[in-house]
């Protein structure tokens, strides 16, 4: 059973960088059909996707959110990772790592990190 | 900009049979998700590809497609089955987009 652990800092100042790592247990990093992907919730509100990597390095952003974001995947650690830009208040969420494993990345999200709150504070 | 929406609220007695649903422009192109999301925990996915059920998924969970606007019914309520629930599908660019979310309450 693939597995995902989130970890970062929980509280980012206003106009830094996020920056969250999910490590991945129980499946190679590097299997072609997977695809890598940080969804946020802020506290109340519904899903927002963020971006998608394939271990090759394709990166897929939300349009929205696209300028910000940065997204890279390390196979010897297993671990891919999220940065997110001059953060503002919007950007306070429970941010959660996910995988798709139908080998495209607009397919369902079949695996889930239990997500990690990140507060933008001062 | 495009959007996939869902009612915010469904309510049903136990035993009863709740439909929520999620309309979109480009749902007949794509194939729509379905996730369920109680509090305090990360989304599970309860359908895919519009109607198939992952395995461990009960039966009563099912998904159903017409023109722009996909299905979750969950037949014979269960206590358990309060939560919210998301569709998600891609826009006509191919981007992941999530629907606002459904509060199913179970009366």
């Known amino acids: 059973q693939l597995q995902h652990q989130e970890s970062g800092p929980g509280l980012v100042k206003p106009s830094e960088t996020l920056s969250l790592t999910c490590t991945v247990s129980?499946?190679?990093?590097?299997?072609?059909?997977?695809?890598w992907a940080w969804i946020r919730q802020p506290p109340g509100k519904g899903l927002q996707w963020i971006g998608t990597?394939?271990?090759?390095?394709?990166?897929y952003y939300n349009p929205s959110l696209k300028s910000r974001v940065t997204m890279s995947v390390d196979t010897s650690k297993k671990q891919f990772s999220l940065k997110l830009s001059s953060v503002t208040a919007a950007d306070m969420a429970v941010y959660y790592c996910?995988?798709?494993?139908?080998?495209?990345?607009?397919?369902?999200?079949?695996?889930w990190g239990q997500g990690t709150l990140v507060t933008v504070s001062s | 900009s495009y959007e996939l929406t869902q009612p915010p609220s469904v309510s049903v007695s136990p035993g009863q049979t709740a439909r929520i649903t999620c309309s979109g422009d480009?749902?007949?192109?794509?194939?729509a998700y379905w996730y369920q999301q109680k509090p305090g925990q990360a989304p599970v996915l309860v359908i895919y590809?519009?109607?198939e059920r992952p395995s461990g998924i009960p039966e009563r969970f099912s998904g159903s497609s017409s023109a722009t606007t996909v299905t979750l019914t969950i037949s014979g309520v269960q206590a358990e089955d309060e939560a919210d629930y998301y569709c998600?599908?891609?826009?006509?660019?191919?981007?992941?987009?999530f629907g606002g979310g459904t509060k199913l309450t179970v009366l």
């Open positions: 990597i394939h271990y090759s390095g394709s990166t």
């Open positions: 480009a749902l007949p192109n794509q194939y």
């Open positions: 996910a995988t798709s494993e139908g080998g495209s990345y607009r397919v369902q999200f079949d695996y």
């Open positions: 590809k519009d109607s």
């Open positions: 129980g499946a190679s990093i590097s299997t072609g059909s997977y695809y």
């Open positions: 998600q599908s891609a826009d006509i660019s191919g981007f992941v987009l």
